[in-house]
């Protein structure tokens, strides 16, 4: 008989076909493995990088979770005051805000506002504006990673929270966020600390603290009783700060349904002040947006605005 070596293959000639039999399958496993180690890896990559990458997704934003052709109307009254604390102006500011386009990762609004000031009303030409569900604007692009998890107490409830972490590097800045997300709580967000910075993070520009102070609250908003959650925002900056109280309600598009909030100077003088009310709205659901008809704006202090769920 023939040794094994004697019958093995060196690159002269044809291969024995002992040679064959046996190191063809040893190949084709070979082959096997090496595609099975590398479809694991690439697995286990996107798995790391999911769970560190994220987005907070569309059905939780004010406005993503509605469908192109929602809109809200609002008007705000503005307050500003002199050195002495006098008051010197007053202006009233109606805006129309229209979601225009909705994708999974952000959404573009057209906004009408016009302005009374003295008698006299100004209509600003309709402007765009493209909001992303990480507290994008403008075409920005937020960088969100996981930070752990955490409780927040909300209204004297325990809400578990993921802790999220975005970075936006926009023109000549930096805005660094930290988000508590509850994909459970509306209004979902339920506090975020942003601080934007010069591109070094040496000099802040302005420093936003947001937090939900209570969930799940009563509310009339026009016609109806609805289910509202109440926000408190601080805004401050080397000029300044700002405090405003919001309440929010799901079925509105953009959420806002009233506001108050006032401006303080460095030295803590009362700048300006403003309150907002919601006039009307209406809101598309997919139904209407696919089906047969034209959708139709309701007014709201004539009748009730029917807001059909529409996730």
């Known amino acids: 008989m023939h040794s094994y070596r004697r019958q093995?293959?060196?690159?002269?000639?044809?291969?024995?076909?002992?040679?064959?039999?046996?190191?063809?399958?040893?190949?084709?496993?070979?082959?096997?493995?090496?595609?099975?180690?590398?479809?694991?890896?690439?697995?286990?990559?996107?798995?790391?990088?999911?769970?560190?990458?994220?987005?907070?997704?569309?059905?939780?934003?004010?406005?993503?979770?509605f469908y192109p052709g929602s809109w809200t109307q609002v008007r705000k009254l503005t307050e500003e005051f002199d050195q002495r604390g006098k008051l010197k102006s007053v202006s009233t500011t109606e805006t129309k805000t229209t979601l225009i386009e909705v994708t999974d990762t952000d959404c573009?609004?057209?906004?009408?506002?016009?302005?009374?000031?003295?008698?006299?009303?100004?209509?600003?030409?309709?402007?765009?504006?493209?909001?992303?569900?990480?507290?994008?604007?403008?075409?920005d692009r937020a960088i969100v990673k996981r930070a752990g998890e955490d409780a927040?107490?909300?209204?004297?409830?325990?809400?578990?929270?993921?802790?999220?972490?975005?970075?936006?590097?926009?023109?000549?800045?930096?805005?660094?966020?930290?988000?508590?997300?509850?994909?459970?709580?509306?209004?979902?967000?339920?506090?975020?600390?942003?601080?934007?910075?010069?591109?070094?993070?040496?000099?802040?520009?302005l420093h936003t603290l947001m937090d939900v102070i209570a969930v799940e609250m009563p509310h009339r908003v026009l016609a109806d009783t609805k289910t509202v959650s109440q926000i408190r925002t601080i805004k401050r900056h080397a000029k300044g700060s700002t405090f405003t109280l919001e309440i929010v309600c799901e079925d509105v598009p953009g959420g806002v349904v009233a506001h108050s909030s006032k401006e303080l100077d460095e030295s803590g003088k009362l700048v300006r002040r403003s309150t907002l009310e919601l006039l009307d709205y209406g809101a598309v659901d997919k139904k209407r947006l696919f089906g047969r008809g034209i959708f139709r704006r309701t007014r709201s202090y004539k009748s009730s605005v029917r807001v059909a769920p529409t996730r």
């Not at 325990?158 to 590097?169: F, W």
Request: hydrophobic residues 40%.
């Open 8 to 65: 093995r293959w060196y690159g002269h000639g044809s291969p024995s076909p002992s040679y064959l039999v046996e190191i063809v399958p040893r190949l084709m496993l070979h082959r096997v493995l090496v595609s099975f180690l590398c479809a694991c890896a690439l697995v286990l990559a996107s798995q790391v990088a999911y769970a560190q990458r994220v987005s907070i997704p569309r059905q939780h934003h004010a406005w993503g979770r």
């Open 152 to 205: 927040l107490v909300v209204g004297g409830k325990k809400v578990n929270c993921q802790v999220l972490e975005a970075t936006i590097n926009g023109g000549d800045e930096k805005v660094l966020s930290k988000i508590y997300y509850c994909n459970t709580t509306a209004p979902f967000v339920l506090k975020r600390d942003t601080k934007s910075t010069d591109l070094e993070g040496e000099t802040m520009h």
């Open 108 to 139: 573009m609004l057209q906004l009408e506002v016009t302005v009374e000031v003295a008698g006299k009303r100004i209509a600003a030409q309709p402007r765009t504006v493209r909001l992303g569900y990480n507290g994008e604007s403008n075409g």
